[in-house]
T-cell receptor, first 115, second 114 residues
Framework: GAGVSQSPRYKVAKRGQDVALRCDPI?????LFWYQQALGQGPEFLTY????????KSGLPSDRFFAERPEGSVSTLKIQRTQQEDSAVYLC?????????????FGPGTRLTVL | KQEVTQIPAALSVPEGENLVLNCSFT??????LQWFRQDPGKGLTSLLL?????REQTSGRLNASLDKSSGRSTLYIAASQPGDSATYLC?????????????FGKGTLLTVNP
């Protein structure tokens, strides 16, 4: 079956623009995660959904970052008034059930460049 | 706060060599540990998941071990091939209420030369 997909794969934004990044998890996966990966670093946790409920948003760097998953499937990460420090690869992952015992499967990421 | 360190940061070996990648973590109270592979411009591919009650996992030429008490894991790659060239990332999930949250190391960049 299809894996996790993300769109767009690449996004260039001018500083101050708003952007929206989309994630389609594996069908039937309950849990969905967003991570941010800066150049040369490992991914860092941003937020976690179980179905449509956002259970943890402790990793979001500022209130300019907002994520939603209104129907418990597709998720959107929105960044308002982008800044240069927002430039990174944004990775989405999903897992079959809640809890850490289940492997997280990652999408290809969206590379965001803020000029 | 959990910190994950991977050594070495980069490794270059000739084809056919057996090699070991190291991962250490500061808080031994983990739920599980995952090893991932990341190819340039691509997402992460899960290689092996070791639950905290397990000591090792094997998949093909890959073997991962976990010593939770000492905060260490190793990924052993046998008979390396040029296609193994990638960045290898280690990640641990915390215990308790945040056991879904992965904390990653910075990775080891592996180059296998033909």
């Amino acid at each position: 079956g299809a894996g996790v997909s993300q769109s767009p794969r690449y996004k260039v934004a001018k500083r101050g623009q708003d952007v929206a990044l989309r994630c389609d998890p594996i069908s039937g996966h309950v849990s969905l995660f967003w991570y941010q990966q800066a150049l040369g670093q490992g991914p860092e946790f941003l937020t976690y959904f179980q179905n449509e409920a956002q259970l943890d948003k402790s990793g979001l760097p500022s209130d300019r970052f907002f994520a939603e998953r209104p129907e418990g499937s597709v998720s959107t990460l929105k960044i308002q008034r982008t800044q240069q420090e927002d430039s990174a690869v944004y990775l989405c992952a999903s897992s079959l059930q809640q809890g850490a015992i289940n492997e997280q499967f990652f999408g290809p990421g969206t590379r965001l460049t803020v000029l | 706060k959990q910190e994950v360190t991977q050594i070495p940061a980069a490794l270059s070996v000739p084809e056919g060599e057996n090699l070991v990648l190291n991962c250490s973590f500061t808080d031994s109270a983990i739920y599980n540990l995952q090893w991932f592979r990341q190819d340039p411009g691509k997402g992460l591919t899960s290689l092996l998941l070791i639950q905290s009650s397990q000591r090792e996992q094997t998949s093909g030429r890959l073997n991962a071990s976990l010593d939770k008490s000492s905060g260490r894991s190793t990924l052993y790659i046998a008979a390396s091939q040029p296609g193994d060239s990638a960045t290898y990332l280690c990640a641990v999930s915390g215990s308790g209420g945040s056991n879904y949250k992965l904390t990653f190391g910075k990775g080891t960049l592996l180059t296998v030369n033909p």
